[in-house]
């Protein structure tokens, strides 16, 4: 057997062919049979292995190790997701994309249950309404773990997950919308094939808040913006407690992400009445009286609508 050279095996093979020769050439000298013979007649019989036998272990380490690299540079095997997801889709049925979150694709991934192998996501629309599939795959297939139906909806504004119980795990968000119904948000908790809803509420954008539970637990929040007319908004910063969404304190969030928001948004277009106001609004809820009344200032000057002008003017009152 013809070892391969640099895999540091090639010198046991040669020690133990130099041993082999030794002890067989000491065996047929004179001086051996002569001196040690007698002495060995009274040892009990060993056998000594030959070069074959010796030889098997050697193969043995080789087969192991080519069979350890054959492993790790196997490619893992590719998987056509959408062939998977086609599989479990109702005749007539179309796979849909969430508008949101901006990088969300039609196939998403998450551990919904906390095994921590992650399910497979995807949501299909039918003359019925919206459905969700969640898929997991055993040693052997997949299989379908959860479907949620929401019927009367027509299209998904948004589709993430999230850590809404505090559990350790992700929970399912799905935001739906229909020209009939207003956009709701719905949360689910997937696990041991159960499906519950956790709540449901009404929204028009909506931006997710990771780890912001008190401390020690990672649950998540939702900044909800409701629209109280035309670019007109209301904020509202909610978390699950277990039984209930309760209301959280929104000074650091405003200051933090809904200022340079509204900075932004006039930087772009100064004549844009509604931001002036929105900004006018968040600087007064955030205890900043002097850029409040600058900003409905400017609100002003740049000739609002009536109805726009009413409000400017009331919050002017205000402040």
């Known amino acids: 057997m013809q070892l391969p050279k640099g ?14 020769r030794y002890y067989s050439d000491l065996w047929k000298s004179d001086r051996f ?15 000594l292995p030959g070069l074959n036998e010796l030889k098997r272990p050697v193969e043995s380490i080789i087969k192991g190790l080519n069979n350890a690299v054959s492993q790790l540079t196997a490619k893992p095997e590719k998987i056509d997701y959408n062939v998977v997801v086609n599989s479990f889709l109702p005749p007539g049925a179309r796979l849909i994309k969430p508008q949101y979150p901006e990088d969300a694709a ?29 898929l997991k795959r055993d040693e052997v297939q997949w299989y379908k773990a959860a479907e ?8 998904i504004h948004y589709r993430n997950s999230a850590d809404i119980t505090g559990e350790g795990r992700r929970d399912l968000l799905l935001g739906l919308s229909s020209a009939s119904k207003d956009r709701t948000l719905f949360a689910y908790s997937v696990k041991e094939g159960d499906t ?29 913006w409701h629209e109280e007319s035309p670019g007109i908004y209301d904020i509202e910063l909610v978390r699950w407690n277990g039984i209930d969404l309760e209301q959280l304190d929104r000074t650091r969030y405003l200051a933090a992400k809904v200022l340079p928001y509204y900075i932004r948004r006039l930087r772009q277009d ?9 900004l006018a609004e968040t600087f007064l809820e955030t205890g900043d009286r002097v850029n409040a009344a600058r900003a409905v200032r400017f609100g002003l ?14 919050l002017q009152s205000r402040i």
């Open 33 to 47: 049979r002569q001196n040690m013979l007698p002495s060995l007649k009274k040892l009990p019989a060993i056998g």
């Open 270 to 278: 100064p004549g844009d009445t509604a931001s002036w106001y929105n």
């Open 196 to 224: 519950k809803r956790i709540f449901s509420k009404k929204y028009h954008k909506l931006e997710l808040l990771r780890g912001s539970g008190p401390a020690g637990t990672p649950r998540d929040a939702v900044a909800l």
């Open 106 to 134: 039609a196939i998403q991934f998450a551990d919904l249950d906390g095994d921590r192998r992650n399910e497979l996501v995807t949501s299909y629309a039918t003359n019925e309404g919206i459905s969700t599939l969640v």
């Open 7 to 20: 895999s540091g095996l090639e010198v046991l093979d040669r020690l133990v062919r130099k041993s082999i």
């Open 301 to 314: 000057e740049y000739g609002p609508d009536a109805a726009l002008k009413e409000r400017l003017s009331e």
């Open 148 to 155: 949620i139906n929401c019927p009367g909806y027509t299209g």
